[in-house]
């Protein structure tokens, strides 16, 4: 799969199935193989009176060898070697799965749930959440936690401009300060949280999109792009097991990736034209932070 071209049903583009690579491990330097005779010991003071030969200069120090993951095959890298890469990229692992921030983000935080079972990450995720009940449970398990984490990173960014936020603020710092029961309960920002699979992939391996509702991102750049995660494309975890005739397991063949073109907070469609859609999330993006 990882050579296949762009098609109309892939939501990003062949510039974002990027390769990705790991270092393979040490070799070490030696080799029990090698079958030329042990060197002679040699007598100090003749090695010392001995005339010296010119040395060639050492060679030039080789690149560490690398396994490649190319184009589709990309996120094969993080699941095969997740402490090859830094915090900024693998936020956490264990042996069942890898949790990264995905390289090209379609909202101010997207990260990324890739199980690790070998039975399961090369599966179409329509037939890996679908059939496998226990299987789903850990998933879904899984995201819940992420969500969590992605609520508490959205917070942790933009808390200060949220007015729900400040009215509890407040009330914290009054003296005395209110009973517990009595608080402003503050901005719910699960509720700011979206997460699912896309019913028509374009990467191989398996992974579930934990990302804020907000789409704020230099690279969210076409109608694929946000529609992907505007409409039906995007199927939440919670869903499955999809019911029998569900549309969403023929997306291929549902066009939802060229729907009209429509406001995730407002609802206000746009057409296809894409352009002013991203003039006016940015509008929205300050009207948002400030609930």
Known sequence: MANQPETNEDAITTEEMTSTSIPLPAQSTTDSTDSSPPRKPTNAF???????????????????PTLQFTGRDGLGAYIASPASFPRSRVISHSPKFVVINDLYPKSSI?????PRDGTKTLLHPLSALQHDATFLAEVQAEVQKLRVLVASELRRRYGKFSAQEKLRDQAMDADPPPAK??????????????????????????????????????????????????????????????????????????????WELRCWRCGKGFGNRFKALKAHLEEEFEEWKME
């Open 181 to 258: 029961e009595a608080l402003p309960p503050g901005r719910d920002y699960s509720k700011d949280v979206i997460s699912g699979i896309h019913a028509s992939p374009s990467m191989s391996h398996l992974h579930i999109h934990v990302l804020s509702v907000d789409r704020m991102s230099e690279f969210l750049r076409h109608r694929r792009h946000y529609n992907s995660f505007n409409t039906p494309f995007l199927v939440d975890v919670d869903d499955f097991p999809l019911r029998e005739g569900d549309e969403r397991l023929r997306a291929g063949k549902m066009g939802y990736l060229d």
């Open 110 to 114: 997207h990260t990324l749930l890739l």
């Open 46 to 64: 003749s090695e010392l009176m001995s005339p010296k030969s010119k040395h060639a200069p050492p060679p030039p120090r080789q690149p560490p």
